[in-house]
């Protein structure tokens, strides 16, 4: 859509906060238009309305991103890394400060309850950065003899990056990018997703006033299919990390084979399995594998959508489980409001999407337990909902809803449950339920995925990387491990001549 654009819209935040957000696209520490006037109309999906309306970048910008970016990675490869580290902190602090409007925005246009994002999201992105400024001093490398002399090796930044991030938490996922990609000096252009892209813009202003130079941090704004594209297409981009579906996955990776074979690192969906002994915590499991699936309405990678109870306290489960939902209030509503505990999901497209599988659920011969339904005929709201005795083949116990939407079905043995856990494309978050260390041992070793959490769910923490397996992708965010992908190693060797 090409329209005519104001170089600023103004969006109602928590507590009636009047939030001024730049429309342009943020290159070289400016907010300009798009060159080809191409717009996006953001909304607000508790309500469907139209929030304001932002640029859209063309391939013609991305390149504009990527000159920007070539001056930047001059600069900033050779800013030593105690200013590195400072700058990041810098950041950190601003993101704090800003907290208030960053999780406004992530609640009107994201639908994320502003009480997970100022509880979870923004205090993630803040611990993200500061642990990353500690390693921006601390790129080693290593000694080594060899015949005749030494060698020695060290770790090189990239070069012109790109990060391609989702809806879901987006500032917390930009920042899983950002953080390390600087702090190993790196520049960065961040494509936002044309579903919440409002934080990012806000994010752009506090980039500048955390003192980065211009040209290290480009943000742009636009569709997938042309400004994501033409950024996996780009060969001037060493490397792209993408978060988000498979299928825009599968579209980087070969537009990455068929241009300049940029690294890729691609964190995509997952069928979360959570399994509950009956040695557990019964209370504790119960908690946790409701959050699992209600947390942001089940649109998390890691959610633990599949849900496997031991036979032997199978019916127990299932009616605790009941009564838990029925008795724990849901209030449904604004996410800016901080006493809703149900916002909307995202989209049209997502709602329809989830109350698809809810429909195929119903026909799969799974009993439905509770939920199934809209609410209300305003916005994007989507009951919790929750299927017992679900087949193995349901479409609800195979695919990636991204919905509040729980498949519960019964096993007896450990052997059992490990093949039904891992007989599956997906393998990125899993959760298990035991009081037994040595059966924890056992099963997270046969789970094939790429993170485990022995009596609760998905836990987020900078220094543990988080990544997956299978088709949820390779690569990892957070953690000394995510260095590797956003640094190259070089090898010195040097021959030591024999004295004259
Ligand atoms: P999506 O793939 O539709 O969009 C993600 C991003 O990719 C957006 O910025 C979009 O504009 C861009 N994009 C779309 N098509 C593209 C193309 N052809 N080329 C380049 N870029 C393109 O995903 P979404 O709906 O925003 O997010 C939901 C998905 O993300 C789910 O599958 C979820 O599991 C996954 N996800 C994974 C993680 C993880 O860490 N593994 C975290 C959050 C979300």
């Keep these: 859509m090409s329209i005519s654009l104001t170089s600023s819209l103004i969006v109602s935040g928590v507590h009636g906060r009047q939030i001024t957000v730049p429309t342009g696209l943020f290159i070289h520490s400016e907010f300009v238009p798009s060159l080809t006037g191409q717009t996006l109309t953001v909304d607000n999906p508790s309500t469907g309305d139209k929030l304001g309306t932002i640029s859209a970048a063309g391939a013609e910008d991305i390149d504009r991103a990527v000159q920007s970016a070539k001056t930047g990675f001059d600069a900033w490869r050779n800013v030593p890394g105690p200013v590195k580290a400072r700058i990041l902190l810098k950041l950190a602090d601003l993101i704090e400060e800003h907290a208030q409007d960053l999780g406004s925005l992530e609640a009107v246009d994201a639908g994320t309850l502003f009480t997970d994002s100022i509880g979870l999201n923004i205090p993630q992105s803040i611990a993200c950065l500061r642990y990353y400024a500690g390693w921006a001093d601390k790129m080693d490398g290593k000694t080594l003899e060899i015949d005749g002399g030494f060698a020695y090796t060290y770790r090189e930044p990239v070069g012109i990056c ?94 990455a084979s068929q241009t300049n074979l940029k690294k890729v690192s691609l964190e995509l969906g997952g069928k979360g399995p959570s399994i509950v002994f009956d040695d557990c915590d019964l209370e504790n499991a119960l908690l946790w594998t409701r959050i699992g699936i209600t947390a942001n309405n089940g649109q998390i990678c890691a959610a633990g959508s599949r849900i496997y109870v031991q036979d032997t306290i199978y019916e ?57 339904e809209r609410i209300g005929n305003k916005g994007y709201f989507v009951q919790n909902t929750a299927f017992a005795d679900v087949p193995d083949d349901a479409s609800i116990m195979r695919e990636e809803i991204f919905g509040p939407v729980a498949s519960i079905a019964k096993f007896s043995t450990e052997d059992e449950v490990i093949s039904k856990a891992n007989d599956s494309l997906h393998g990125l978050s899993a959760a298990i339920f035991t009081n037994d260390v040595n059966r924890a041992h056992r099963v997270t070793k046969s789970l094939e995925t790429g993170q485990v959490t022995v009596n609760a769910w998905a836990m987020l923490n900078a220094n543990v990387p988080f990544g997956g397996v299978k088709e949820s992708g390779f690569g990892r965010d957070m953690g000394e491990e995510a260095l590797e992908g956003w640094t190259t190693v070089k090898a010195v060797k040097y021959h030591i001549l024999p004295r004259l």
């Design 162 to 255: 790109a990060a391609i991030v989702p809806w879901n938490a987006p500032l917390m996922i930009t920042i899983w990018k950002l953080a390390p990609a600087l702090a190993a000096g790196n520049s960065l252009i961040i494509k936002s997703s044309e579903l919440s892209p409002l934080y990012a813009l806000k994010f752009a202003e506090l980039i500048k006033e955390a003192g980065v130079p211009a040209g290290v941090v480009n943000i742009v704004t636009g569709e997938g299919a042309s400004a994501g594209q033409a950024l996996s297409e780009h060969m001037e981009i060493r490397k792209l990390a993408f978060t988000g579906s498979a299928t825009a996955g599968r579209k980087i990776l070969q537009a």
């Design 316 to 372: 127990r489960f299932i009616e605790a489980y009941k009564h838990d939902a029925a008795s724990t209030s849901t209030v449904a509503g604004d996410p800016l409001d901080t006493s809703t505990t149900k916002g909307p999901v995202v989209s049209q497209a997502q709602h329809q999407k989830i109350l698809d599988y809810i429909q195929q659920g119903k026909k799969s011969g799974a009993r439905l337990l509770f939920g199934g």
